[in-house]
């Protein structure tokens, strides 16, 4: 059985104090049921760079993973303004987000750059988020499965069969992130089954099966539902709705079959 992934992207929101009161707001709701929630689903936040001290802090005997938003490929160098995995692992963050649309789109990254990224997680035993999604227009014009698919085999160029279940694909339509427009589970369980199809004929049965597929883009307490116990939603990577500790404990406790 695939463990769900239930990730809060937090972006650039909240200052160290707030940052602190969130993840005890979080811990409050749902450290009681740590045990019973951990056997069936992980549990994520990914705050902005420079609140992970505080952060990984104010986890601390908590289940609750910790997450990079964002990192180099490199592991040091003159990359002004960039972290490193090993700087990242220097705090306990063990996942890292990579290629959200965000980092597309304002940030010009491409796949070759967040194919780099991915490699460098997984050389470093990170596991990488891997975010694919078509914009709106791509959308209308039916494209989406092509190029979610080749969003998908450019991330993942030169991964061995043997990492490919390490990482998580993160399904995040443009056109829903942020906009208060979530994708039907209908939509959104035909794109996660695409994926799985393509690793299995990259890789076979047995790793399309372990692969965790996530969806996001404005997934809130209402809608996680529906979602995540569709058979190919393997959890959430959740914006907005993260950054308020009673909707993101209530959609981390999300029914999940
Ligand atoms: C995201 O940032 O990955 C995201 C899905 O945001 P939101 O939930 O706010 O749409």
Same mark, same amino acid.
């Given at each position: ?20 009161? #969130?993840?005890?707001?979080?811990? /409050?709701?749902? &450290?009681?049921? =740590?045990? *019973? ?6 549990? !994520?936040?990914a ?18 993973? #910790?997450?990079?938003?964002?990192? /180099?490929?490199? &592991?040091?160098? =003159?990359? *002004?303004?960039e972290?490193?995995?090993?700087? !990242? ?49 791509e ?16 991330g ?99 029914r999940?079959?």
């Amino acid at each position: 059985m695939r463990k769900k992934l239930i990730a809060g992207n937090w972006k650039m929101h909240l200052v160290p104090v707030e940052a602190r009161a #969130l993840v005890e707001g979080i811990r /409050h709701e749902i &450290d009681r049921d =740590a045990a *019973t929630l951990a056997k069936d689903r992980d549990v !994520l936040v990914a705050p902005p760079g420079i609140l992970i001290p505080a952060v990984a802090q104010a986890l601390a005997g908590s289940s609750i993973l #910790l997450g990079a938003q964002n990192m /180099h490929y490199e &592991d040091k160098g =003159a990359f *002004t303004g960039e972290l490193s995995a090993p700087m !990242l692992q220097a705090y306990g963050v063990t996942h890292v987000i990579v290629g959200h649309s965000e980092r597309r789109h304002i940030f010009h990254e491409t796949d070759e750059l967040i194919n780099r990224k991915v490699l460098a997680a997984l050389h470093h035993r990170m596991t990488p988020i891997l975010c694919v999604g078509e914009t709106q227009d791509e959308h209308d014009g039916g494209r989406a499965l092509d190029i979610v698919l080749g969003q998908l085999q450019r991330g993942l160029k030169g991964v061995g069969d043997d990492h490919v279940t390490t990482v998580a694909i993160a399904y995040e339509p443009v056109w829903a992130i942020g906009t208060g427009r979530t994708a039907t589970p209908e939509q959104a369980e035909v794109i996660h089954g695409a994926i799985r199809g393509a690793i299995l004929e990259r890789c076979g049965r047995e790793r399309a099966d372990a692969v965790r597929i996530i969806y996001g883009g404005s997934v809130n307490d209402e809608s996680v539902d529906s979602l995540v116990s569709r058979p190919d939603i393997d959890g959430a990577l959740v914006g907005g709705a993260s950054l308020k500790a009673d909707s993101f404990a209530r959609i981390v406790r999300a029914r999940t079959r």
